[in-house]
DNA sequence: TTATATTCAGACAAAAGACTCTTAATTGAG
DNA sequence: CTCAATTAAGAGTCTTTTGTCTGAATATAA
């Protein structure tokens, strides 16, 4: 897959995040809850994304996690490189070290352009912009539709 | 990463194949050394792709490996998907079963066009093409150049 | 001060992916 | 027929990913 699953958990947080930006400091709990993603598990993947100051935390009784900085400056790109490094956007299809320009790989010349665009939509695209897109209550970042809770909790 | 690792050698493993089209059966041992991937683990990826009728193979003395059809009719999705499954061609970037036109996520409008992009670059590139390159010597399916045996074999 | 809500840290477990090894089966050549 | 070359099959191991759990630290509020 294009993304890791952790990665994939990482994102739809920063998503929810994003789409509840105006709203103080959101426990773990309820992140976990709306998107059906197991608590102890996100904690552990939010923990990264504030390592890498993307996110800042706050503990206690109103405690909970919040974007560190404006939406507009979260491009999609620096959450997946916190978690999945930069791979995606930086190797060869095939896996090869050493493929570059002067030893190509017979795919290099295709391949190398499509994961540009690769790039420069996960770049281009902000948690801002998406977060505008949540708002307007037709997107998802679930696989239920939001207000039908899961029937599964966390116990 | 795009593909898994066993995708890669799988990969790699038939380019060389394609390249050699013209000889009879091509022992693994052969293409585990050139490519430097372990003997062991590389004939149970040829396994599969034996098992998925992209290959055939024949035992004992002169024995080995082969393209089971004109390396034309074999794109390299074909090989993709024998190994990896159809997922990197179907699904939603950041996971979500149920990501459609009628319930998208925020990416799904611009991954979708990506992704079959992606999904033609895979279908409309053949063994024969890239077998064709690999023949101008100018091409590279291992990390060494070819004709420089790697130092460390499988014993 | 005590109870409660929350993140933090890290040990642990389970599953999947990557890789090794052994043994059996098949075949061609002498 | 026998032997060596070679793939087939599958058990087994190591590593990474995914996920769980517990306890400590921190903050708030009563």
Redesign the pocket.
Known sequence: MVL????D?GLRAALYLAANDDRE???????SEKLN?????L??I??IL??EDILT?????????KLAMPAKTISLRKVIEAIDGEGLFTRCVIGLDTCSPEHPCPLHSEWEPLRDRISRLFEKNTLFEMAVKLRSNQFRVTDVPFGIQPTKH??
Chains 1, 2 share one sequence.
Do not use: M, R
């Open positions: 890791s699953k952790t990665c958990y400091f959101i426990p773990i709990k309820e992140i993603i197991s608590f102890h598990f904690t552990k939010l923990q504030t390592q935390s706050f503990k206690g009784p109103k405690g909970g996690v966390t116990k």
